[in-house]
């Protein structure tokens, strides 16, 4: 089985600002693909970012970027120039193909 | 192409009725997963689902869970004499075939309140 682990469960950050969601995991596996999923209030599931586990480099979407480091299983989330939108539940998750892992998520508040 | 479409988005039930819940995977989707969340938690996996089979159900508690992927429809999941318990959010997902670059693609969720 896989594990994944959020430790902040309530974060905040100045609209404009930069700010890392942290996430750590841990699995058996060598074939695995790592996950960013937003939730905002209308609870809809929505992918952000993804990472392939057998790739080095990091994964990047617009303003979405990680820090992947496979051998500490580290995969941090940084939110550049951050916008009222973003305001929501991030939610880390792993998959090796049948099913996603999830972590207990984090809060973030973006302040005007 | 429409995404995932989860129904009904609400659903109240009194201790001791069925819950229905519904999942139309993305068109061309021939898997199905189906994850709850309860509060301030995370989603946590109950079964995968391929058309007419079930692969995966280790997440499905024993008793009262049951779900089908028929050949013609969409995906149900259901919960006989519901309690308290089951109160929470059940989200389906869906992917053209296993393993597709690992991505699921997520309806909005059914809000099961169990009165």
């Known amino acids: 089985a896989q594990t994944v682990t959020q430790s902040q469960p309530e974060m905040s950050v100045q609209e404009a600002e930069t700010v890392t969601l942290s996430c750590t995991y841990d699995?058996?596996?060598?074939?695995?693909?790592l996950f960013w999923y937003k939730q905002p209030p209308s609870r809809q599931m929505i992918l952000v970012i993804r990472q392939e586990a057998y790739k080095q480099q990091n994964a990047t979407e617009n303003r979405f970027s990680v820090n992947f480091q496979k051998a500490a299983k580290s995969f941090s989330l940084k939110i550049s120039d951050s916008q009222l939108g973003d305001t929501a539940m991030y939610f880390c998750?792993?998959?090796?193909?049948?099913?996603?892992?999830f972590g207990t998520g984090t809060s973030l508040t973006v302040i005007p | 192409n429409a995404g995932v479409m989860q129904n009904p988005r609400h659903l109240v039930r009194r201790r001791g009725q069925e819950a229905r819940l519904r999942c139309s995977p993305m068109k061309g989707h021939s898997h199905v997963y189906w994850y709850r969340q309860l509060p301030e938690e995370g989603l946590k996996f109950m079964v995968y689902l391929q058309k007419e089979n079930i692969i995966d159900e280790s997440g499905m508690p024993k008793e009262r869970f049951s779900a089908e992927f028929p050949k013609e429809g969409p995906s149900i999941l259901r919960i006989q004499q519901v309690v308290r318990g089951d109160s929470a959010a059940y989200f389906c997902?869906?992917?053209?075939?296993?393993?597709?670059?690992?991505?699921?693609?997520f309806g909005a969720g059914t809000r099961l309140s169990v009165l």
């Open positions: 997902a869906s992917s053209p075939q296993w393993l597709d670059g690992g991505i699921q693609y």
């Open positions: 699995t058996s596996e060598n074939n695995y693909y």
């Open positions: 998750a792993s998959t090796t193909g049948n099913q996603f892992y």
